[in-house]
């Protein structure tokens, strides 16, 4: 059974950093990108970032690029999501995905809140 | 980028209705779209993929079509669980961001 487990969450001041990760199971890790997406309070959901199986290959959504780095520890099976320059409009649960799209496989969600 | 683009954004529909939701891509995208369910407090869950593949356990009461730039997700027969939120995303290859759409809320009439 595949299973994605979300961490790293909470309250942060804007600018400060937070790292989330994503510990995998049930699945050939290293096999499959990974992507996470998240969601505002009340809002739809927002495709962040994604990251090729070996690792080698990143993408980004526009509103974070350059802030948040997307990686992963195929040895871990866990991916990551570090993000720096945290705003007020990056308050949202996190997902993690199997998959870079059309994802079979979600994490719970873990909350990320930034203050002003 | 490519946007999507859904509609209605809510829709009101009553227990054995039949149902549609269309979703736009402002560029052409093949058959590369998925659809999602989400419920308050949950982790969205994939109904279709490339168009019109039911994932597997969904019930057959949903299934979506189209290709290029519309795409729809009908229901045939509307039950209680089915009252949600529904997300169109594309994933055309190389060419990220993996945008949704806006969303379509499901309401009980």
């Known amino acids: 059974e595949v299973q994605l487990l979300e961490s790293g969450g909470g309250l942060v001041q804007r600018g400060g950093s937070l790292r989330l990760s994503c510990a995998a199971s049930?699945?050939?890790?290293?096999?499959?990108?990974m992507s996470w997406v998240r969601q505002a309070p009340g809002q739809g959901l927002e495709w962040v970032s994604a990251i090729s199986g070996s690792g080698g290959s990143t993408h980004y959504a526009d509103s974070v690029k350059g802030r948040f780095t997307i990686s992963r520890d195929n040895s871990k099976k866990t991916l990551y999501l570090q993000m720096n320059s945290l705003r007020a409009e990056d308050t949202a649960v996190y997902y993690c995905?199997?998959?870079?799209?059309?994802?079979?496989?979600w994490g719970q969600g873990i909350l990320v809140t930034v203050s002003s | 980028d490519i946007q999507m683009t859904q509609s209605p954004s809510t829709l009101s529909a009553s227990v054995g209705d039949r149902v549609t939701i269309t979703c736009r891509a402002s560029q052409r995208i093949s058959s590369w779209l998925a659809w999602y369910q989400q419920k308050p407090g949950k982790a969205p869950n994939l109904l279709i993929y490339?168009?019109?593949s039911l994932q597997s356990g969904v019930p057959s009461r949903f299934s979506g079509s189209g290709s290029g730039t519309e795409f729809t997700l009908t229901i045939s027969s509307l039950q209680p669980e089915d009252f949600a939120t529904y997300y169109c995303q594309h994933y055309l290859s190389y060419s990220p961001p993996y945008t949704f759409g806006q969303g379509t809320k499901l309401e009980i009439k």
């Open positions: 049930g699945f050939t890790f290293n096999s499959f990108a």
């Open positions: 490339r168009a019109s």
């Open positions: 995905a199997k998959d870079i799209a059309a994802s079979g496989h």
